[in-house]
T-cell receptor
Framework: AQKVTQAQTEISVVEKEDVTLDCVYE???????LFWYKQPPSGELVFLIR??????QNEISGRYSWNFQKSTSSFNFTITASQVVDSAVYFC?????????????FGKGITLSVRP | DAGITQSPRHKVTETGTPVTLRCHQT?????MYWYRQDPGHGLRLIHY???????DKGEVSDGYSVSRSKTEDFLLTLESATSSQTSVYFC????????????FGSGTRLTVV
């Protein structure tokens, strides 16, 4: 069965600090996808990134970057020069192979607080 | 431009009463999901649907039923609400399995008193 572990539950940083959110996953499949979602205080769930199991290239999008390492089954998310608007709950999620029964399994989320 | 809407947004109900939450989409997506979000548990799958009248259970399906008679609507029913079902419920849609991620609705905050 697939599993996602976000060991950090709450992180508090001061604005402009860099912060890394950890995600470790378990799966028996060789083909799978990993995701990060953001949930700001307003409550909606916002898609941030999708990464497939065959693409281990790191990805950078502005202040956001993702480090995918199959060797350690990790898909970590770094925010550079954090801002107050980054305060949110962040979820990592995993989907195994395609098919009608495929579905996303989420970690428990990490609450990030960025203080001015 | 929301392609997925949930109703109601907030509801307070009494223990033992049936409750139905509605998820409506305008994207014509095949896959629809119901999750609940609770502190310390993240998002957990209740039920999902991979087509009209095709539904299946998730990891926390006890006490819930679903129906999908039209592509655009996915209903979640709490047959006899209990306080443990106080939660925020999210509906999600996906065009083609979960490999492409989901689009989520805005959530329904349900309180069972």
């Amino acid at each position: 069965a697939q599993k996602v572990t976000q060991a950090q539950t709450e992180i508090s940083v001061v604005e402009k600090e860099d912060v890394t959110l950890d995600c470790v996953y378990e799966t028996r499949d060789t083909t799978y996808y990993l995701f990060w979602y953001k949930q700001p205080p307003s409550g909606e769930l916002v898609f941030l990134i999708r990464r497939n199991s065959f693409d281990e290239q790191n990805e950078i999008s502005g202040r956001y970057s993702w480090n995918f390492q199959k060797s350690t089954s990790s898909f970590n998310f770094t925010i550079t020069a954090s801002q107050v608007v980054d305060s949110a709950v962040y979820f990592c999620a995993l989907s195994e192979a395609a098919g009608a029964n495929s579905k996303l399994t989420f970690g428990k989320g990490i609450t990030l607080s960025v203080r001015p | 431009d929301a392609g997925i809407t949930q109703s109601p947004r907030h509801k307070v109900t009494e223990t033992g009463t049936p409750v139905t939450l509605r998820c409506h989409q305008t994207e014509n997506h095949r896959y629809m999901y119901w999750y609940r979000q609770d502190p310390g548990h993240g998002l957990r799958l209740i039920h999902y649907s991979y087509g009209v009248k095709d539904t299946d259970k998730g990891e926390v399906s006890d006490g819930y039923s679903v129906s999908r008679s039209k592509t655009e609507d996915f209903l979640l029913t709490l047959e006899s609400a209990t306080s443990s079902q106080t939660s925020v419920y999210f509906c999600a849609i996906s065009e083609s399995t979960s490999l492409y991620g989901y689009t989520f609705g805005s959530g329904t905050r349900l309180t069972v008193v």
